[in-house]
């Protein structure tokens, strides 16, 4: 069964920095689209940031500048630099990925990590 794992989250002053990760472990033969969404309490999803298998990326309008998503596809990984930390960005931040898996296409999600910027 593939399983998606986050980490790197955590408490963090306004202006500091996070970087979060997650890894993907099972049977897997392909990896697509990679993301980052972020959900605060009362507010719906959002989707902070993509990355391709080509590399291509695109941000949330509101984190564009201060936070950067990359991959490293032999560690099956996506990580998601986050610079200059606002109060806003406080959510808990959850990966998806796009798979090929011994047992056909899958779209698992992790378990969410808590991210808190304080001011």
């Known amino acids: 069964q593939v399983r998606l794992v986050e980490s790197g989250g955590g408490l963090v002053q306004a202006g500091g920095s996070l970087r979060l990760s997650c890894a993907a472990s099972?049977?897997?033969?392909?990896?697509?689209?990679m993301t980052w969404y972020r959900q605060a309490p009362g507010k719906d999803r959002e989707l902070v940031a993509a990355?391709?298998?080509?590399?291509?990326?695109n941000y949330l309008d509101s984190v564009k500048g201060r936070f950067t998503i990359s991959r490293d596809n032999a560690k099956r990984t996506v990580y998601l630099q986050m610079n200059s930390l606002k109060p806003e960005d406080t959510a808990v931040y959850s990966c998806?990925?796009?798979?090929?898996?011994?047992?056909?296409?899958?779209?698992?999600w992790g378990q969410g990590t808590q991210v808190t910027v304080s001011s």
């Open positions: 990355i391709t298998s080509g590399g291509s990326t």
């Open positions: 998806n990925m796009v798979l090929t898996t011994n047992r056909g296409p899958d779209n698992p």
């Open positions: 099972g049977i897997i033969f392909t990896i697509g689209d």
